[in-house]
């Protein structure tokens, strides 16, 4: 169509194969992007860079060959100009302070959602909508308020961040997997409460459940963490 908004192009950069087939997966599911490649280094997001027109890096801030950081730098440095969105486990402010001068506009911690992604990647396109002459400091600060979200991302009702990030945190720490009894002993809530944020961590593609049969009665579920849903970081 003539005069259409061309999409934006995304470069995934993600070490673990799992986790950036689902980012892939998940930058195509946005109205408005394109994933245009993925890399699982530093040194072949370069590679990708150089012959691949990219408007947005997705990057994860702990590579096999160099940090993340340290990537966006020698990008700045090489005259490549394209935003970054952080994905990353690490809280460290200091970090995030460095990472605004790289351009990086956005940080999206681990483990995250669709939803949560959709919603960066939504405010970054009407950053980078954005036209024309600003009328006066207001409609600055406007179009940078477009980049911050309001608030934590939405999880659906009934779910809270901090209960969601304990019970990752039990899933994660067990080899075998464990039932939503399990996991709501662990957490201190009840087995109907653990099983809604099991099964959210399911459809996140974050766990995996499977029957657990020789016991008496029905089958119980287990839950498991997915490899790559989260890299501990």
Do not use: N
């Amino acid at each position: 169509m003539s005069g259409a908004a061309q999409p934006i192009r995304v470069l995934v950069v993600e070490d673990d194969p799992v986790a950036a087939d689902a980012h892939v997966l998940y930058v195509g599911r946005v109205p408005g992007f394109t994933p245009v490649g993925k890399a699982h280094t530093g040194a072949e997001a370069r590679r990708m860079l150089d012959r691949t027109p990219v408007d947005l890096i997705l990057l994860d801030l702990h590579l096999p060959d160099v940090h993340g950081l340290q990537l966006a730098r020698s990008l700045r440095a090489a005259g490549h100009q394209t935003d970054v969105i952080a994905v990353t486990s690490a809280r460290d402010l200091t970090v995030v302070r460095e990472g605004v001068s790289l351009g990086v506009v956005q940080y999206v911690l681990k483990p995250f959602t669709f939803a949560t992604l959709r919603d960066r990647l939504v405010r970054y396109a009407e950053f980078r909508g954005a036209a024309g002459e600003a009328s006066g400091q207001e409609e600055v600060d406007q179009a940078l308020a477009t980049l911050r979200a309001p608030g934590p991302a939405a999880l659906p009702k009934g779910l809270s961040g901090p209960t969601l990030e304990r019970v990752t945190g039990v899933l994660r720490g067990s080899d075998e997997g464990l039932t939503a009894a399990g996991v709501a002993e662990a957490v201190g809530i009840s087995r109907i409460t653990a099983r809604r944020y099991l099964e959210h961590l399911v459809d996140a593609g974050r766990a995996g459940r499977s029957p657990q049969y020789g016991q008496v009665g029905r089958p119980e579920l287990v839950y498991r963490w997915v490899r790559g849903g989260d890299r501990g970081r």
